[in-house]
């Protein structure tokens, strides 16, 4: 069981070395359904016999939103704005790949040195969790669509809920917090679209909507 644990942890990783190496709008949702996937099903392989229906619910109800709803809404998004990649990165697609490395490195490190009150299922959840959480902190301060930033948002996000799920079994409200956590990503996505609206249009008229057509954030 250990190394189907770590072999998902594996998955994640590359999942985030993908989204550092590819500007593809649509590929960047693929890549959050996969993450999102991997996450979930490490949380069940991770606490099999130990989940109750309460957890399983909740666990579901994440699912659901994270690799159903979100990617109907973005890929939404990408088609009326009629968006395929992140032309102008703030950081290039090689060089984000190497700072990537790094930070997988540097997440090895800081997850060696950390203390923690339970002992983990693999010693690779903690560095993984950090690189997911620098994976998403770096796109979003290297990417200049809004619609990368909302992903980017989420992968952060996805960093945060592996956390809490592989110590479900010591916290079960952390299941709860995740749902949480989503409903609140969901409010912060919305917010950011709202703000690019603004921006764009100067007005929050409906009637002005038709005009995403020309959006080219």
């Known amino acids: 069981m250990v190394s189907v644990n770590e072999g998902l942890l594996v998955g994640l990783v590359l999942t985030n070395l ?7 709008l649509g590929t960047y949702v693929k890549l959050f359904i996969v993450q999102t996937l991997l996450v979930s099903f490490f949380g069940l392989v991770v606490n099999q016999g130990y989940l109750s229906t309460r957890v399983i619910i909740l666990s579901v109800i994440g699912l659901v939103i994270k690799a159903f709803v979100f990617p109907a809404l973005l890929t939404k998004s990408i088609r009326t704005a009629k968006l395929k990649r992140e032309i102008q990165p703030l950081v290039g697609f090689g060089t984000s790949l190497f700072i990537g490395i790094l930070m997988f490195g540097l997440s090895s490190w800081l997850g060696s040195r950390m203390p923690m009150p339970v002992e983990a299922s693999s010693r690779l959840v903690v560095p993984v969790v950090f690189f997911t959480v620098f994976t998403g902190l770096f796109l979003i301060i290297s990417r200049s669509k809004a619609i990368t930033e909302v992903i980017s948002y989420l992968v952060l996000e996805n960093g945060i809920y592996l956390f809490g799920i592989s110590f479900v079994k010591e916290a079960p409200m952390l299941a709860e917090l995740g749902v949480l956590l989503d409903v609140t990503v969901a409010i912060f996505v919305m917010g950011i679209v ?3 609206l603004r921006t764009e249009f100067e007005s929050l008229d409906v009637n002005k909507l038709s005009t995403l057509k020309d959006w080219g954030v």
Do not use: C, D, V
Request: proline fraction near 0%.
């Open 194 to 196: 709202i703000r690019h």
């Open 18 to 24: 993908f989204y550092l190496a590819t500007g593809r």
